[in-house]
């Protein structure tokens, strides 16, 4: 059975950085893709940024890019992190980690191509 766990989150100010982990036990598959996204409230879920687990290749939603950073641990192998800088009072939202087995890339920012889903993290930065 496949099983994310989702930490880290908490409130601070803009400008600040926080950084989630989305702890990944059970099985997976080569191709899988772990991907983030997130949710503020009345608002669609969002793509955030995606990994290739084996090639550990990223991907980033432009509103991102260049302010979150996405890795897998070394020594952990089966935790991936979300590094994000420079917050922004937009980034409030809950952070969800996924897992899509059929690790097709063309659809690795839709939500419904993610098999297993965590509990979500609150995130909120204060202006």
């Known amino acids: 059975q496949v099983q994310l766990v989702e930490s880290g989150g908490g409130l601070l100010q803009a400008g600040g950085s926080l950084r989630l982990s989305c702890a990944v036990s059970?099985?997976?598959?080569?191709?899988?893709?772990v991907g983030w996204f997130r949710q503020a409230p009345g608002q669609e879920r969002e793509f955030v940024a995606a990994?290739?687990?084996?090639?550990?290749?990223?991907?980033y939603a432009d509103s991102v890019k260049g302010r979150f950073t996405l890795s897998r641990d070394n020594a952990k192998d089966t935790v991936v992190y979300l590094q994000m800088n420079s917050l922004k009072p937009d980034d409030t939202a809950v952070y969800y980690c996924?897992?899509?087995?059929?690790?097709?890339?063309?659809?690795?920012?839709?939500?419904?191509?993610?098999?297993?889903w965590g509990q979500g993290t609150q995130v909120t930065v204060s202006s």
């Open positions: 059970g099985r997976t598959f080569r191709q899988s893709f």
């Open positions: 996924a897992l899509d087995t059929n690790g097709i890339l063309s659809t690795i920012r839709s939500h419904v191509a993610y098999d297993y």
């Open positions: 990994i290739r687990w084996n090639s550990r290749h990223t991907y």
